[in-house]
């Protein structure tokens, strides 16, 4: 069966610091890989999605990037963090319905 | 642009009632459907989908109903239970679309 990590699970960072965010999928090939930022009490906005090694759309422009170095890694990074970054980030994998990670709640101080 | 929305932000319901938690969508294209629990803190969870070429489908405890010609969507859950409190979401595809557009979501709150 499938199975998605995410970690790490909490995470409270400086502003202007860095951020590495991993995401590995496991029992499946190729898959369409996705990263959500969710707010306190909100929906879920898509930020990234990839459909393979090394591809990446990105869907709102951010302070954020995502990188695919390996079919079942997907990487959301920073390299200055805003006060702004702060929320719930979710890793997914999609064939119809979406498979969802436990999430990451970056603090941003 | 296109989007997902929900009519009720909270929905209180007493256990062992039935739960109705609604959601609009505006993409006439759209056709696939889909229900998410959350639970706070946790990833959404699926819990139920549906085609456009269903109206009804049905699932332990829970039901979804399409209407497509007012654009609506339904989660029917029976004998609401302490452990279905979380935030439900809706979210919708196109056929060729990548990615799932999702509604703000409602909060289920059971009373025991």
């Known amino acids: 069966s499938q199975t998605i990590h995410q970690w790490p699970a909490t995470l409270v960072q400086p502003v202007g610091s860095p951020l590495s965010l991993e995401c590995t999928v496991e029992?499946?090939?190729?898959?369409?890989l996705y990263w959500y930022r969710q707010a306190a009490g909100r929906g879920l906005q898509l930020l990234f999605y990839s459909v393979g090694i090394g591809q990446i759309s990105s869907e709102v422009p951010q302070n954020l990037s995502a990188s695919r170095p390996q079919d079942r890694q997907f990487i959301l990074s920073s390299k200055k963090l805003l006060l702004s970054d702060s929320g719930f980030y979710l890793c997914?994998?999609?064939?119809?319905?979406?498979?969802f990670g436990q999430g990451t709640r970056l603090t941003v101080v | 642009g296109e989007s997902v929305g929900l009519h009720l932000p909270t929905l209180s319901v007493q256990e062992g009632d039935n739960s109705i938690i609604n959601c609009a969508y505006s993409?006439?294209?759209?056709?696939?459907f889909i229900w998410y629990k959350q639970e706070s803190g946790k990833g959404p969870q699926f819990i139920i989908d549906?085609?456009?070429?269903?109206d009804k489908r049905q699932g332990q405890r829970v039901t979804v109903l399409l209407n497509k010609t007012v654009k609506h969507l339904s989660l029917q859950i029976a004998a609401t239970q302490p452990g279905d409190s979380a935030v439900y979401f809706c979210?919708?595809?196109?056929?060729?679309?990548?990615?799932?557009?999702f509604g703000s979501g409602t909060r289920l709150q059971v009373q025991p």
């Open positions: 993409n006439s294209a759209s056709d696939y």
């Open positions: 549906i085609r456009s070429n269903m």
């Open positions: 997914a994998w999609r064939q119809s319905e979406a498979f």
């Open positions: 979210a919708e595809n196109t056929l060729g679309e990548r990615a799932l557009t």
């Open positions: 029992g499946t090939s190729n898959p369409n």
